[in-house]
């Protein structure tokens, strides 16, 4: 499996074919925040804010009320339960990031809790498959992805480095995952199975639909299996 992962990560880099796909789902990805943003904001205006920024305003007393009253300890322990990063704590215990700075971060993170689920749900109908594919891409290349010329390709979604790091497995599977999630949508499963063949190549797309043919459609009969194969 790492052979055919590495040869498709070769045949990608060619001829930029991962520059091209990364493009494509994340001029989707950005189409789609920003419609999400505009929806949440006529929600918000009907509830009598002029726009976004003003309503995130209107968190802040009682964020900064519940921040100021705060022990550093008890100030850990909230950043943790709201899922900020280590780093990002370490930063406030050191004083590099200011209380000011935290407070309008955690405004904005429930400005987030707003637009996105909104994101979510137009990705799952009107761009169905650019999380699955971008965590392919993220895959096959160990979490970093990059071009030719060793520069960063911008994604929509992945795990990173980390998650991949030294584990062939998690590659697989999240691979394998992501591809037969992508089989089994009801719209656009026929375009993104021909981004995925044009950019990894013949082997990798063959090689993934026949473990997905193994895997969720081994019951069907070897006659509707061909034609299914065919139809690929």
């Known amino acids: 499996m790492e052979g055919v992962l590495n040869r498709a990560k070769e045949y990608a880099l060619k001829e930029g074919r991962v520059d091209k796909l990364a493009n494509e789902l994340y001029t989707e ?17 009907s509830q009598g804010f002029k726009n976004l920024n003003e309503y995130k305003e209107s968190f802040k007393p009682e964020i900064a009320k519940k921040i100021n009253a705060m022990s550093d300890a008890e100030m850990t322990k909230f950043l943790k ?4 990063p280590q780093s990002y704590i370490d930063k406030v215990n050191s004083g590099s990031t200011t209380r000011e700075k935290m407070i309008d971060d955690i405004a ?11 994101v979510r749900s137009l990705i799952e109908k009107d761009y169905c498959g650019n999380d699955m594919l971008s965590d ?13 010329a060793g520069e960063e390709v911008k994604i929509s979604y992945g ?3 980390e998650y ?3 584990n062939t497995v998690s590659k697989r599977s999240e691979i394998m ?12 499963s026929t375009k993104r199975l021909k981004q995925i063949r044009e950019t990894f190549g013949d082997e990798f797309a063959d090689t993934f639909y026949d473990m997905h043919m193994k895997t969720y459609r081994r019951d069907y009969p070897d006659w509707y299996l061909e034609m299914m194969k065919k139809e690929k």
Do not use: M, W
């Not at 339960?81 to 900020?84: D, H, R, S, V």
């Not at 904005?108 to 909104?118: H, L, M």
């Not at 995952?177 to 656009?188: M, R, S, T, W």
């Open 29 to 45: 990805y950005r189409a789609c925040d920003q419609k999400a943003i505009e929806l949440v904001e006529e929600k918000v205006k």
């Open 81 to 84: 339960e709201n899922n900020f």
């Open 164 to 166: 991949y790091e030294g």
């Open 159 to 161: 795990h990173g480095k």
């Open 136 to 148: 392919i891409v993220d895959a096959v290349f160990d979490g970093s992805p990059k071009n030719q």
């Open 177 to 188: 995952a992501n591809y037969g999630a992508i089989e089994l949508q009801p719209v656009d």
């Open 108 to 118: 904005n993170r429930k400005v987030d809790t707003e637009v996105n689920p909104t």
